[in-house]
């Protein structure tokens, strides 16, 4: 992959508000309300805080995974890394099912080419659907992202700020001396959460992943409504208390 080391430069379109607004889902077995332009213009954003899910929701979801999701989630040893990915998959299922016109079961999954390699392990893909979407997983919160162009979105906790040190080294160097700039650990983590999860948002959209170094593009640490490198929209998505999410989008 060839991408260009830039800086990523703040858009000048300011119509956006500062963080996008998702739809939170309540839970796995309702249908996604489509309607209402969650997210913003050219996306659309689901949340659901893992913690709500009822485990008989869950049971019933399982029956949609297909083989590799079940051995996926069996190769989790943590419990609560598993369950995160069971709820991402099976929220998935539903809100791809539900934009789809299909039952959660019948969506197929499918993988775009890795713009590194060329091997299908790229941005996931719906087979046979015109749509593209992310999703992003972790403990107490699952994101999902629709778009009708490329996509990638991300969210993460905030992590504590005594292990902040040791984590700055995925940023780059820009984006490490603002957060040891910061004004207070609160504010310090904010900023490499806010970092982190552009980059991943992005490098997902990208469909490389971190098969390119995270160091690589800066992306920032300042709460600014929106960004563009190379094409791609990014911009900061609410979250929970605790938690960060960034969508990245190229329009076609
Ligand atoms: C994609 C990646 C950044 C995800 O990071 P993470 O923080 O562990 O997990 P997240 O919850 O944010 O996202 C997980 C989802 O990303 C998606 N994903 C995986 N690879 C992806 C890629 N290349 N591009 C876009 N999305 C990808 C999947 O839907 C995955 O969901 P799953 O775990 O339920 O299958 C990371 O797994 C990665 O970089 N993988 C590729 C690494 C690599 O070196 N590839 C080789 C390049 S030649």
Same mark, same amino acid.
């Given at each position: 992959?060839?991408?260009?080391?830039?800086?990523?430069?703040?858009?000048?379109?300011?119509?956006?508000?500062?963080?996008?607004?998702?739809? %939170?889902? &309540?839970?796995? $077995?309702?249908?996604? #309300?489509? @309607?209402?332009?969650?997210? /913003?213009? !050219? +996306?659309?954003?689901?949340?659901?805080?893992?913690?709500?899910?009822?485990?008989?929701?869950?049971?019933?979801?399982?029956?949609?995974?297909?083989?590799?999701?079940?051995?996926?989630?069996?190769?989790?040893?943590?419990?609560?890394?598993?369950?995160?990915?069971?709820?991402?998959?099976?929220?998935?299922?539903?809100?791809?099912?539900?934009?789809?016109?299909?039952?959660?079961?019948?969506?197929?999954?499918?993988?775009?080419?890795?713009?590194?390699?060329?091997?299908?392990?790229?941005?996931?893909?719906?087979?046979?659907?015109?749509?593209?979407?992310?999703? %992003?997983? &972790?403990?107490? $919160?699952?994101?999902? #992202?629709? @778009?009708?162009?490329?996509? /990638?979105? !991300? +969210?993460?906790?905030?992590?504590?700020?005594?292990?902040?040190?040791?984590?700055?080294?995925?940023?780059?160097?820009?984006?490490?001396?603002?957060?040891?700039?910061?004004?207070?650990?609160?504010?310090?983590?904010?900023?490499?959460?806010?970092?982190?999860?552009?980059?991943?948002?992005?490098?997902?959209?990208?469909?490389?992943?971190?098969?390119?170094?995270?160091?690589?593009?800066?992306?920032?640490?300042?709460?600014?409504?929106?960004?563009?490198?190379?094409?791609?929209?990014?911009?900061?998505?609410?979250?929970?208390?605790?938690?960060?999410?960034?969508? %990245?989008?190229?329009?076609?």
């Amino acid at each position: 992959m060839t991408v260009a080391t830039r800086a990523m430069t703040p858009s000048t379109t300011g119509t956006h508000p500062e963080l996008l607004e998702p739809t %939170a889902l &309540t839970g796995l $077995l309702d249908v996604p #309300a489509l @309607a209402g332009g969650a997210g /913003g213009p !050219d +996306v659309r954003i689901w949340t659901l805080d893992t913690a709500t899910v009822p485990s008989a929701e869950l049971d019933e979801a399982r029956a949609w995974f297909d083989a590799e999701e079940q051995e996926q989630a069996s190769a989790y040893v943590r419990a609560e890394l598993r369950h995160a990915y069971e709820v991402a998959h099976a929220a998935a299922r539903r809100v791809l099912g539900a934009v789809t016109g299909q039952d959660p079961e019948a969506v197929t999954w499918g993988r775009h080419d890795c713009p590194g390699c060329g091997e299908p392990h790229g941005r996931p893909r719906v087979e046979g659907a015109d749509v593209e979407f992310s999703l %992003a997983h &972790t403990p107490g $919160l699952v994101l999902v #992202a629709v @778009a009708d162009h490329p996509v /990638g979105v !991300d +969210v993460e906790r905030h992590p504590d700020p005594a292990e902040l040190t040791g984590l700055l080294g995925v940023l780059h160097p820009d984006e490490v001396s603002e957060v040891e700039q910061a004004s207070d650990p609160a504010d310090a983590v904010r900023r490499f959460t806010r970092a982190w999860t552009r980059t991943e948002a992005y490098l997902k959209g990208v469909g490389i992943g971190l098969g390119r170094d995270p160091q690589t593009d800066y992306l920032g640490t300042a709460a600014i409504p929106e960004r563009e490198i190379d094409g791609w929209l990014v911009r900061d998505v609410r979250a929970p208390e605790g938690f960060g999410a960034a969508v %990245a989008t190229r329009p076609r």
